[in-house]
């Protein structure tokens, strides 16, 4: 049973484009996470969300917008795509804030 | 914010021991120190976390000294499948999600 899940991936698109990437857990977290990896590899937190309550990293641009249905879902709605927006994208949980979080397997993304 | 500073990279040999420092100077007093591994094309991993003094799982051990602006990773033993990325990670993530701030890892290099 996968813990935290995030579809599609692999996501390619042209520059411009809206896109979406999907997270889900099953582990009955209440607070998620999405976080970008670029190519140096480095991890930084763009959102964490916990009971309807979204906290926002203000360097993350307004183009990127997380939706929540439920608790165990935390999507991640791309506006206008940039070449600079190409990374791999990580979704995570955590029971409580300062909890160990527990990563999907990332969504590599690709901005022609 | 606690900016964390890691080694960029490290090499060791199957059956030792290996450790991996992490400075974070500007610490907070309500952050935590939590390390995660990281495997190519997967998600960080959670490995051991800690507030003070030591901590010790079936993983690995954290030692956190009085002043709290290092910790240091040990991994007892290593194998070549603890060949990864470690980061460190220090927060407490309550009211901003930049508060959240992984370092920029180390690569873990474990050769026969």
């Known amino acids: 049973d996968t813990a935290v899940s995030q579809t599609p991936k692999y996501l390619v698109t042209q520059m411009g484009n809206d896109k979406s990437i999907k997270c889900e857990q099953n582990?009955?977290?209440?607070?998620m996470y999405w976080y970008k990896q670029d190519s140096k590899k480095f991890l930084k937190i763009m959102f964490s969300?916990?009971?309807?309550?979204?906290?926002i990293n203000e360097t993350v641009p307004n183009r990127f917008s997380p939706k929540s249905p439920d608790k165990a879902h935390l999507n991640l709605h791309i506006n206008s795509l940039e070449l600079g927006d190409s990374a791999v994208y990580f979704c995570?949980?955590?029971?409580?804030?300062?909890?160990?979080?527990?990563f999907g397997p990332g969504t590599r993304l690709t901005v022609l | 914010l606690a900016k964390t500073t890691q080694p960029i990279s490290m090499d060791s040999y199957e059956g030792q021991e290996v450790n991996i420092t992490c400075s974070h100077n500007?610490?907070?007093?309500?952050?935590?120190i939590t390390w995660y591994q990281q495997f190519p094309s997967q998600g960080p991993r959670f490995i051991i976390q800690?507030?003070?003094t030591k901590v010790t799982n079936e993983v690995a051990s954290l030692f956190i000294p009085a002043d709290r602006k290092s910790s240091t990773l040990s991994l007892p033993r290593v194998s070549l499948s603890d060949t990864a990325v470690y980061y460190c990670?220090?927060?407490?993530?309550?009211?901003?999600?930049?508060?959240?701030?992984f370092g920029s890892g180390t690569r873990l290099s474990i050769r026969p």
């Open positions: 995570a949980s955590s029971q409580v804030r300062t909890d160990t979080q527990y």
């Open positions: 582990l009955g977290h209440d607070t």
């Open positions: 969300y916990n009971n309807k309550e979204l906290i």
């Open positions: 500007n610490i907070a007093t309500n952050d935590y």
């Open positions: 800690g507030y003070k």
């Open positions: 990670l220090v927060g407490s993530g309550y009211s901003s999600a930049s508060k959240i701030i």
